[in-house]
């Protein structure tokens, strides 16, 4: 599973340390399994790109250059930086082709988060352009060993290549795949040794598909999601992953050497199609080693930003609307790429996501992390920061977040990606 290393150099320059990498995306051959090649397009000649690695703090530049026959933008998906740099096309003209482009920014939270386009999404996705960025802390919780594992699915046709797109039913369902992938590849099989325990971090990059994780039905335990670690491990057979988010697991140890165990996708209904369970690959116990690995008890402390019934301060429909002219829209409250209202710096935002639709909408907010107060009227089991949150049918998701001093324009929008194509967006000003 090992992944190509990007041009990488750490160079110290007056302020410091600068973690440096350059980007290239590029039509190529993606080879999904031995002697099977679809066209797709990649980043640095792969799917998925480099595995970027940024150190919590520390300036992060990454020279892009767009070598693809359409022009393009990077979003860093999860990162709290400036609105400048958050790669969508209300920050930044489109990255044209042949043109380069260096984004320029420090991470400010260790964790685990990816990068793609944010222009033609539903097709330059599912092409292949995405990649895990990794936030290392100084003092980071290492376990035995690490996976990065980025899923997909992909729609092949008969003659082997990409699917077209599925025009007004893959507009209404989002796009899922009949190809389950893991790091790119159909159903890999993964090693981990007898007795080890390591830090698996998984980032659902499918367009539409919910991934209902399973590890062969045994336990594992959750200690991370998209906002970093936390505050306890929750030991869990299954975690759902709803398209764009992430996880972060403690896996094993496992006891007996030799066994093969599925990597599954449990059935989940999310009322666009039902699936069965779907194996997206495979992990074999290899022989036995030590294990110096230790999970605390307590992982991190996250403070709550609302400590009683705060007042909504404001309320987000999703929604689906007839048209004359497309058949139908996704819309936020009522309007194709909604412009809400701008936020304050510094006025603590309490939001009720109210899903008006029959599907799921997985609700992704972009630059900032949010804390889950309630869906549906309860509250979460466990406090986590997030910028990816599943919003049931007919159910309510309530939010709280912090506009810092960060003042531009942002977005929020579903991430099933044709939905977000369909008009299930938003942008909204955060100003001082
Ligand atoms: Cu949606």
New binding site residues.
């Given amino acids: 599973m090992k992944q190509g290393a990007a041009e990488y150099t750490s160079a110290t320059s007056e302020g410091g340390d600068v973690v440096r990498y350059r980007l290239e995306a590029a039509e190529i051959a993606w080879e999904i399994a031995p002697g099977r090649t679809v066209r797709g397009y990649g980043f640095n000649g792969q799917v998925p790109g480099p595995v970027l690695e940024a150190k919590q703090g520390i300036p992060l530049e990454v020279e892009f250059t767009n070598r693809l026959p359409e022009p393009t933008v990077i979003h860093w998906h999860g990162l709290r930086i400036p609105a400048a740099m958050d790669g969508t096309e209300i920050v930044q003209r489109p990255v044209q082709p042949g043109e380069t482009f260096t984004y320029r920014f420090t991470p400010p939270d260790a964790g685990t988060f990816w990068y793609h386009p944010h222009l033609n999404e539903t097709e330059q996705l599912e092409k292949g352009l995405y990649g895990a960025l990794i936030v290392r802390a100084a003092d980071e919780l290492t376990l035995d060993g690490e996976k990065v594992l980025v899923f997909d699915d992909l729609r092949v046709d008969k003659k082997g290549q990409i699917a077209k797109f599925g025009g007004l039913k893959d507009r209404h369902n989002?796009r899922e795949g009949n190809v389950r992938l893991i790091n790119g590849k159909s159903e890999p099989e993964l090693t981990i040794a007898a007795g080890q325990i390591e830090r698996w971090r998984i980032v659902n990059a499918s367009s539409a598909r919910y991934v209902r994780l399973s590890l062969g039905g045994l336990p594992f335990r959750i200690i991370g999601t998209d906002g970093g670690l936390i505050e306890a491990p929750v030991t869990a057979e299954e975690v759902l992953l709803p398209a764009a988010d992430r996880v972060e697991l403690a896996v094993g140890p496992f006891e007996k050497e030799g066994e093969v165990l599925n990597i599954e996708d449990l059935p989940y209904n999310r009322l666009a199609g039902k699936k069965g369970i779907e194996r997206f690959g495979t992990i074999r116990v290899a022989p036995r080693k030590p294990s110096t690995a230790r999970v605390p008890e307590r992982l991190r402390e996250i403070v709550p930003l609302v400590t009683a019934d705060a007042p909504v301060t404001r309320t987000v429909k999703?929604g689906f609307k007839m048209s004359l002219r497309r058949g139908f829209d996704?819309v936020v409250n009522d309007e194709r790429h909604h412009h809400d209202q701008p936020v304050k710096v510094g006025e603590l935002q309490v939001w009720d996501v109210v899903n008006a639709t029959m599907?799921?909408?997985?609700f992704h907010l972009h630059g900032f992390f949010f804390q889950v107060l309630e869906v549906n009227g309860k509250k979460p089991a466990w406090r986590s920061l997030e910028d990816v949150i599943n919003v049931p049918p007919k159910g309510t998701v309530r939010i709280a977040w912090y506009p810092d001093d960060r003042p531009g324009m942002w977005m929020y929008h579903?991430?099933?990606l044709e939905?977000?194509a369909a008009g299930?967006m938003a942008h909204f000003e955060v100003v001082r």
Avoid: R, S, V
């Avoid at 599907?359 to 997985?362: L, S």
């Fill in positions: 989002g999703l996704f599907m799921d909408h997985p579903c991430h099933i939905h977000h299930m």
